[in-house]
């Protein structure tokens, strides 16, 4: 039997899998943490350690007081996808680290600020992409859009016939499909 792989200039056998490139991937981690002060700012400085790009990141309440919901966005090679998920689990305020499915509810929020000349037109392209004029005066209005990131980048673009002004965009929230809950086996054990 002789060993897989070939060998470097060196003379030193290299793994084939170790050689391989692996194509970066959108992922959607959601990570039920301790709802206590300095918990963001240790899984940011996490990824900051390991060079993860994080592409966005929310935090919100639970039903449960005491815990909070991050979700986190990133796209890496498969290994770093993985990487990311043991790391965060070594972290004493995570309670659970998982992957969401492709499949899964993804939601971001948009308030876009455009000059206010021609407020009923502004109005007739919110209400093509579900949104609301929230705010208006002479000078401006502004809308709210909620949607996946497709329809938010779809809308933006949609206002820029309008001088757009400016724009604010949240991260994005994820929950899974179906009555699949995060932290139900965490909960039952606390009763």
């Not at 290299?14 to 963001?40: I, Y």
């Not at 093509?128 to 933006?156: L, P, W």
């Amino acid at each position: 039997m002789r060993p897989e792989g070939r060998r470097n200039s060196q003379g030193i056998r290299v793994d084939p899998e170790a050689e391989a490139t692996h194509e970066p991937r959108m992922a959607v981690l959601s990570a039920l943490v301790k709802h206590e002060p300095g918990v963001l700012s240790e899984v940011s400085s996490l990824f900051s350690r390991r060079q993860f790009n994080i592409e966005s990141l929310t935090v919100g309440a639970t039903t449960d007081d005491g815990t909070a919901r991050m979700t986190i966005v990133i796209e890496e090679p498969e290994p770093g996808v993985q990487q990311a998920k043991k790391q965060l689990r070594k972290l004493i305020p995570v309670i659970e680290v998982e992957e969401l499915e492709s499949a899964a509810m993804r939601r971001e929020l948009a308030l876009i600020k455009v000059a206010g000349d021609k407020p009923d037109d502004v109005q007739a392209v919110a209400e093509m992409y579900g949104g609301d004029a929230v705010d208006a005066s002479t000078n401006a209005v502004t809308v709210e859009i909620t949607g996946s990131k497709q329809k938010i980048d779809a809308a933006i673009e949609a206002f820029e016939q309008f001088d757009v002004l400016e724009i604010v965009r949240t991260g994005a929230a994820a929950l899974e499909r179906g009555s699949k809950t995060m932290g139900a086996t965490t909960m039952e054990s606390d009763n």
